[in-house]
């Protein structure tokens, strides 16, 4: 049982710490809570692996394009989330910085607070920045391919995933016009979740 569902985060742990030369070369440099200088969360819950769904989202924050600034906003995405919305963390389980990396929010197997009704079976990817009018760079848009691969190849998402944009199940614009569009020409893509 444990091999299942513990074997993910053995790769991960591996992967931060250096210790593992398991860890798929698909996956790209994840920054760790710790690292950007994360909040304890209020509470955790837990989802089951794999997960089926993975929805994309835009943070409409400044875009940023280093480790400093990016973990800048993070940490007032999280206060936004905890203090205001009141949410027991940062709602997304990743972010993806401009600077190509990775930042972990809520996690790998943990439920997020991104998108009701989907929460306990997705996972929410958020790109950091607006993405309305105009695309992420080309390395935030790689980095977030690579980090959809890594998370098949972890078996935290499912081999048969549904990516879909936040706006196709709930009332809001996220991920972005412009990002929304190239997500549709992406593997995994579903039309109607």
């Not at 909040?39 to 924050?61: G, S």
């Not at 480790?67 to 963390?89: A, P, W």
Request: aromatic content about 12%; glycine content about 8%; overall charge neutral.
């Amino acid at each position: 049982m444990c091999f299942k569902y513990c074997l993910p985060l053995f790769f991960c742990l591996g992967n931060v710490l250096g210790a593992s030369p398991d860890w798929p070369k698909s996956c790209p440099d994840i920054v760790t809570r710790e690292r950007w200088g994360a909040r304890t969360a209020a509470a955790v819950d837990y989802a089951l692996i794999p997960i089926k769904f993975a929805v994309i989202h835009h943070t409409v924050t400044p875009e940023c394009s280093n480790e400093d600034s990016c973990s800048q906003i993070l940490k007032s995405i999280q206060n936004f989330h905890m203090d205001t919305l009141e949410f027991q963390d940062i709602g997304y389980n990743f972010l993806v910085g401009g600077d190509g990396r990775i930042y972990e929010g809520a996690s790998w197997h943990k439920v997020g607070a991104h998108t009701r009704g989907y929460n306990s079976r997705s996972l929410g990817l958020a790109f950091i920045g607006n993405f309305s009018d105009k695309l992420p760079n080309p390395t935030q848009l790689k980095a977030a391919k690579d980090f959809l691969q890594c998370a098949v190849e972890l078996g935290e998402l499912d081999r048969n995933y549904q990516m879909f944009g936040a706006r196709q199940v709930s009332a809001t614009e996220s991920p972005g016009a412009k990002l929304f569009s190239e997500l549709r020409k992406w593997p995994n893509f579903s039309r109607s979740p």
